[in-house]
Nanobody, 115 residues
Framework: QVQVVESGGGLVQPGGSLRLSCAASRSVFAFTVMAWYRQAPGKQRELVANMRPDGSTNYADSVKARFTISRDNAKNTVFLQMDSLKPEDTAVYYC?????????WGQGTQVTVSS
């Protein structure tokens, strides 16, 4: 069994920054992928960014050059640094990991970008 717990959401003004954290109950190297997804009201959940064990990353076009996914191997934690936030980034953000072909999700953290 794997647990992942997100933190770091909140309310921020347009142009501001937030950093989300996702603490996993296993080493980051135990996962095929670690990722952040988001779901806005009335929309489907979408991939924001992911990272493979080798450190390779992938980003949605809408967040490229604004968001950065990273990890702390010693703390089994993956981060999402979000800069230049826009109102359209408002959503519930979910941490996702995959291990042995099984997907695990966090409970989600709300990010609201509004003046």
């Amino acid at each position: 069994q794997v647990q992942v717990v997100e933190s770091g959401g909140g309310l921020v003004q347009p142009g501001g920054s937030l950093r989300l954290s996702c603490a996993a109950s296993r080493s980051v190297f135990a996962f095929t992928v670690m990722a952040w997804y988001r779901q806005a009201p009335g929309k489907q959940r979408e991939l924001v960014a992911n990272m493979r064990p080798d450190g390779s990353t992938n980003y949605a076009d809408s967040v490229k050059a604004r968001f950065t996914i990273s990890r702390d191997n010693a703390k089994n934690t993956v981060f999402l640094q979000m800069d230049s936030l826009k109102p359209e980034d408002t959503a519930v953000y979910y941490c996702h990991v995959r291990r042995l072909a099984i997907d695990y999700w966090g409970q989600g953290t709300q990010v609201t970008v509004s003046s």
